[in-house]
Nanobody, 126 residues
């Protein structure tokens, strides 16, 4: 497992942008695929975006594709989520996650995740 610490959540107006960061100490960071998940009140946790260990492949949920961008800097042990054109439906607790999946597509299922951060709240006002 790997320890993950998110930062960057907050309140933003609809149409605005927000960036999230997730740091993980230790040299094993670069061996993990990473993802950003979100959970709204009363809803199940869902994947927003994921990126392979080397950063060469990314996948996105349909609801965020074209608005969110996931990236990572293995030299800084950090993964990022840039969120643009936010809308109230994006309001949720956002979690950073790490795993060593057989294939990146399996990260669409939160049950495959082996390490979770504590989460950071993102609230989008209308």
């Amino acid at each position: 497992q790997v320890q993950l610490v998110e930062s960057g959540g907050g309140l933003v107006q609809a149409g605005g942008s927000l960036g999230l960061s997730c740091a993980a100490p230790g040299s094993s960071f670069r061996t993990y695929a990473l993802g950003w998940y979100r959970q709204a009140p009363g809803e199940q946790r869902e994947m927003g975006a994921a990126i392979t260990a080397g950063g060469g492949v990314t996948i996105y949920a349909t609801s965020v594709r074209g608005r969110f961008t996931i990236s990572r800097d293995n030299a800084k042990n950090t993964v990022y989520l840039q969120m643009n054109n936010l809308n109230p439906e994006d309001t949720a607790v956002y979690y950073c996650a790490a795993s060593r999946p057989f294939a990146i597509a399996t990260m669409k299922n939160p049950s495959t995740i082996t390490s979770w951060g504590l989460g950071t709240q993102v609230t989008v006002s209308s």
